[in-house]
């Protein structure tokens, strides 16, 4: 009689252990789902994550600009891959990457950056728009797709959780002051 008891004693236990391990497990995928939403990543996470702008992350890393676009922004690139930057001209890279280029590698990265989060749906009403850099890049939309300056958009609305990322195929030059 006492084991049956105990028995059931033990029963309750486990049915209680349970059943409190399936609401905590419940709460916890609330929750975690309400971290996830709110430390999405930033646009220097999301492109690092994608693997095609190696050259860009490095670029942004030389320049300081990496705190700037992990910031609250909003901010919406015009994001470069790293074959875009392998049509500059041999060298061009590795030129503006030297310490004496900074001020000038920080133009070209600015001038793919423009204040707010701007959605393709946006972009296609626009004729032009003014970079961080202070110089306006020209927007046309030709057969359905999206051009800023000599570079179309081949890929729209990539969202972060501090703007929103377009990958163009070429890199933007700002014009010559």
Do not use: C, W
Request: proline share 3%.
């Amino acid at each position: 009689m006492t084991r049956l008891i105990n028995m059931n004693k033990a029963m309750h236990v486990v049915t209680a252990a349970i059943f409190s391990a399936m609401i905590l497990l419940s709460m916890s995928a609330g929750a975690m789902n309400e971290m996830k939403e709110a430390k999405a990543d930033d646009i220097v996470d999301v492109a690092v994550a994608n693997g095609n702008f190696n050259t860009l992350a490095a670029a942004l890393t030389a320049a300081g600009l990496v705190d700037v676009l992990k910031g609250e922004g909003p901010y919406t690139v015009f994001a470069p891959t790293d074959e875009a930057f392998a049509k500059l001209p041999a060298g061009t890279v590795e030129s503006l990457l030297k310490p004496e280029n900074i001020d000038q590698l920080k133009a070209v990265l600015t001038y793919h950056v423009v204040s707010g989060k701007v959605m393709a749906a946006d972009v296609v009403k626009l004729n032009k728009a003014t970079t961080v850099n202070g110089a306006d890049v020209n927007i046309a939309v030709n057969d359905g797709k999206v051009d800023i300056n000599n570079s179309q958009v081949v890929m729209a609305d990539v969202m972060a959780s501090n703007g929103v990322i377009h990958v163009v195929d070429t890199v933007l030059l700002p014009p010559s002051s």
